[in-house]
């Protein structure tokens, strides 16, 4: 496993859209490996392959808590979505920045796992944000085109 270079906002690769998975092959359980290695020594809480500069539709999504669990959605497809949360977002490829963005509150979400078994994911509140955003990135879409108001800088206490 290896922790990949994330991919930044200019990068054209974050604007394109991905192509679906048809198989599981070494070379792709060796990439969702790596974005899970990546993800989580940025300390995100999802990450799609378009930020790794591979264009397959492929996420790894863990917002941490108990009731949650590490996420591998290959082809993934929003099926339901209700509700409406509105909450700071930011992106591992649009470092040191957050804004508002209202999302639905509650997501199923269709896809294949790891081990292309078909999978039914549903997701409220940072889940539902999370597997919101991450899609997005599937399609080429960056949150700061849904922010609400400035997109503003993320203060760390070191820069105090
Ligand atoms: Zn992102």
């Not at 209202?102 to 509140?125: F, S």
């Amino acid at each position: 496993m290896a922790v990949r270079q994330i991919r930044e906002m200019g990068d054209d690769v974050l604007t394109k859209e991905c192509r679906p998975v048809k198989e599981m092959t070494p070379h792709i359980a060796e990439l969702i490996d790596d974005m899970f290695e990546t993800m989580y020594d940025a300390n995100g809480v999802g990450l799609a392959a378009p930020q790794v500069g591979v264009l397959k539709r492929i996420v790894v999504i863990d917002v941490g808590g108990e009731e949650s669990e590490p996420l591998c959605l290959i082809n993934p497809v929003i099926t339901e979505k209700d509700g409406e949360q509105t909450g700071y977002e930011g992106c591992l490829s649009v470092p040191g920045k957050t804004g508002t963005v209202t999302r639905p509150m509650h997501v199923v979400c269709r896809a294949l796992n790891r081990d292309m078994k078909e999978i039914e994911v549903e997701g409220t509140e940072l889940l539902a944000r999370a597997i919101c955003h991450e899609l997005d990135h599937l399609d080429g879409k960056l949150y700061v085109e849904l922010v609400e108001g400035e997109l503003l800088d993320t203060s760390s206490d070191d820069e105090e």
